[in-house]
């Protein structure tokens, strides 16, 4: 199930790079500012490694922050293509592994995982990865999300969708279910940091509000990578049709607040 679980998620996020830049990019955007006020090191004129880093909302950060460089490294080449924003001449994009870094040991200042732990099979052993990449002293900082009520208009969104014919695809469940929901729980983050040999770790719970409208709310939804290939696939005016289907179905809900765990810490 494992290899078959990341040759899935990896061709659902190939086919999901544009998508994601138009919409969920917004709230990683968001996720990205919120996370590196927790870097463990001044980040002007450094070094960054963005690993995971889809289209780039993390690195773009970076980059606002005065980063020097960034290596934005991730498994999908459709997500590093969708980078739009991000693409400077500052930044060397990379197609290649966390769980195997395409990288020198101690080669960053600074090693940025936004939103990937929660898709690998060891977060000890990535983490460990991430540290090796990392110079002694430099920082490893970490997001995955927090314990809280799913908002309803996923559900809502995804009901839409199966009317139009969408049916959850199996990496999907498995990411849920066996790798995002158990780093939901607060312990879970800190103990595979001290495990990975990681010093000076501390995890905080920081509830991001995106600012999102009812239209926003459908693109964040619709460019995710388990549904953005089935609306990929349909023709042009029943996406549309999907879309203002979904706005309407979503009309009137709270707003999307996310929780979200930072971790930070020193390599070593
Ligand atoms: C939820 S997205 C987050 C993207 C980005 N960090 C952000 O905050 O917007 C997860 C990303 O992790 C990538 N990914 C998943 N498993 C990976 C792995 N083993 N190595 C590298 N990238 C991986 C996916 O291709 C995807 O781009």
Known sequence: MTTDFRDQMKAAYDATGAAWDAGPRRIYDALAAALLDYSPVAIAGVLAVDAGAGTGAATQELLRRRASRVVA??????????????????????????????????????????????????????????????????????????????????????????SYGFAEPGWYRVFKDARDTPLRDLRAVREHAIRAGLL?????????????????????????????????????????QLRADAAAAVAGMPALTLTMQTLSSRAG
Do not use: Y
């Not at 409208?213 to 609306?231: E, I, K, N, Q, Y």
């Open 200 to 240: 000076n770790v501390c995890v905080d719970v920081v509830v991001v509000d995106p600012q999102l409208s009812d239209v926003d709310l459908v693109s964040w939804r619709t460019g995710m990578a388990h549904l953005a290939p089935f609306v990929r696939q349909l023709a042009p005016a029943c996406a549309a």
């Open 73 to 162: 490294v991730d498994l999908s080449a459709g997500m590093l293509r969708g980078m739009t924003a991000a693409r400077t001449s500052s930044v060397a994009v990379v197609v290649g592994d966390v769980d195997a870094l395409p990288l020198a040991s101690d080669h960053a200042d600074l090693t940025v995982a936004a939103f990937v732990l929660n898709h690998v099979a060891d977060p000890t052993a990535t983490l460990a990865e991430l540290a090796r990449v990392t110079k002694p002293d430099g920082g490893v900082l970490a997001s995955v999300f927090g314990a809280a009520p799913p908002h309803p208009s996923k559900d809502a969104i995804d009901s839409v969708a199966a």
